[in-house]
């Protein structure tokens, strides 16, 4: 079994930046991609970025690119998720989950592939 903890939600005025960390421990060969997803109040939760582990390869809601980075440390056991110029809307509840499936491309941006989640930390944007 995996388990994740996020940390480094805030609140942060629009415009600015915020480094989200989900730290990875357990049984870490239960991990062969990360991802990153966000719900804000009322909405469904959305895919953010994903990561291959092995390969290192990322993927990126389309609306996000750009904005977002992800990236990976494995000394640390940590998947980053870099935010810049944030914007009102991207105010969220993010979360970061792990999955073992054997997967191609950008199918880890999907939910369900999924069986390990943190419990997510808050971001706050303020205009």
């Known amino acids: 079994q995996v388990q994740l903890e996020e940390s480094g939600g805030g609140s942060v005025q629009a415009g600015g930046s915020l480094r989200l960390s989900c730290l990875v421990s357990g049984n870490t060969y239960g991990r062969n991609y990360v991802g990153w997803f966000r719900q804000a109040p009322g909405k469904e939760r959305e895919a953010v970025a994903c990561?291959?582990?092995?390969?290192?390869?990322?993927y990126y809601s389309g609306s996000l690119k750009g904005r977002f980075t992800i990236s990976q440390d494995n000394f640390n056991n940590t998947v980053d998720l870099h935010l810049n110029n944030l914007k009102a809307e991207d105010a969220a509840v993010y979360y970061c989950?792990?999955?073992?499936?054997?997967?191609?491309?950008?199918?880890?941006?999907?939910?369900?592939?999924?069986?390990?989640w943190g419990q997510g930390t808050q971001v706050t944007v303020s205009s």
């Open positions: 990561i291959y582990f092995f390969r290192g390869t990322t």
């Open positions: 989950a792990a999955g073992v499936t054997f997967l191609h491309g950008d199918a880890c941006l999907r939910e369900d592939v999924y069986n390990s």
